[in-house]
């Protein structure tokens, strides 16, 4: 069980680290799916506050980083939620459609 805990951990870490090589890099926009995958990657972009926004899926808002000179889109699917067709609708959404 340990062994599970320390590999969940790397790769939560390892994932964070991309998503804040893509800020890096200009991307301004995230779709994070997984409970402590989200944790992992909000404390890796050094994320403080979200605004919450637009729902696409019942539980599942848009987000906006707050206290950012170029705030960031940040979508955040933990667990069960969301339908089969989300993370289509979420990346819609983000680009400015609806969901």
Known sequence: RR???????????????VAA???ARGTRRFVVAG??????V???LGLQA??????I???VPETQSLGEAEPLAVVLK??????EDFFDKALRQLDGGAA
């Open 57 to 59: 899926d019942p539980g």
């Open 3 to 17: 062994l599970d805990q320390r590999g969940g951990a790397l790769i939560e870490a390892a994932l964070g680290e």
């Open 35 to 40: 409970g402590e995958t989200s944790g992992a």
């Open 78 to 83: 933990s667990g069960n939620f969301g339908a």
């Open 21 to 23: 090589r893509l800020r």
């Open 50 to 55: 979200l605004r919450i926004g637009r729902q």
């Open 42 to 44: 909000i404390q890796a």
